[in-house]
């Protein structure tokens, strides 16, 4: 099946860094990736929509300049947080939507811890 | 906008009993697809099973089946034979269809599957 890999899996970062993480499909191409926030023991809240070649569609209260993302190529998008602080210490999840119309089926990546101290 | 509201946020079962896991939408929009994914403790997310709105038969992928009322904007899952490794949380998503994906997904349900 389709794999989506997202690195790094944990980091740990000092108030005031940027962040990178990164989000590629292994064997498939994703014209279209998503990025998600999750807090524990809660649902997945969708924080943008990465489209290749193109600006992110950022949903309602996130801000862009805090959460970079950049859709380089058709199997990478990044996320880069940028002067991070505590509460912005997350579960942070990737997505890649098959090419496919017909699909319409999102593979996940394991996910990125990010605690800020 | 898109609702998807799962009203049981925790259930459980004996192992190779079956459960059923509700999920009810809200959506005006004509052209969508239905998702039930699991999250074990490592959350990483899997898809178990997905419905396009547009068939009226219910998607079955062996022990899970689910039970589309496209009128009724319900979508429950169905778990027969559980087994320990059922054990997680399990989210029901509704997405756009045709190439926007674009998800919202319910609160979650955590599943406990006793021995």
């Known amino acids: 099946g389709a794999v989506v890999s997202q690195h790094p899996s944990w980091v740990i970062c000092k108030s005031g860094t940027s962040v990178k993480i990164e989000c590629r499909s292994l064997?498939?191409?994703?014209?279209?990736m998503f990025w998600y926030r999750q807090f524990p023991k809660q649902s997945l809240m969708l924080m943008a929509t990465?489209?290749?070649?193109?600006?992110?569609?950022?949903e309602q209260g996130v801000e862009k300049d805090k959460f970079l993302i950049n859709h380089a190529s058709l199997t990478l998008s990044t996320l880069t947080v940028t002067s991070a602080h505590p509460e912005d210490s997350s579960f942070y999840i990737c997505s890649a939507l098959t090419l496919d119309p017909a699909k319409n089926i999102q593979y996940f990546g394991a996910g990125t811890r990010l605690s800020v101290l | 906008a898109q609702t998807v509201t799962q009203s049981q946020p925790e259930m459980s079962v004996q192992e190779a009993e079956t459960v059923t896991l509700s999920c009810t939408y809200d959506?005006?929009?004509?052209?969508?697809?239905l998702f039930w994914y699991k999250q074990p403790p490592s959350r990483q997310m899997i898809l178990v099973i997905r419905?396009?709105?547009?068939?009226?038969q219910n998607a079955t992928e062996n022990r899970f089946s689910v039970n589309f009322q496209k009128a009724a904007k319900s979508f429950s899952l169905k778990i027969s034979d559980s087994q320990l490794g059922d054990a997680a949380m399990y989210f029901c998503a509704w997405a756009f269809g045709g190439r926007s994906g674009k998800s919202t997904f319910g609160d979650g349900t955590t599943l406990t599957v006793k021995p």
């Open positions: 959506t005006s929009e004509s052209d969508y697809y």
């Open positions: 990465s489209n290749e070649g193109s600006k992110a569609t950022y």
């Open positions: 419905q396009e709105a547009y068939k009226q």
């Open positions: 064997d498939f191409q994703a014209t279209t």
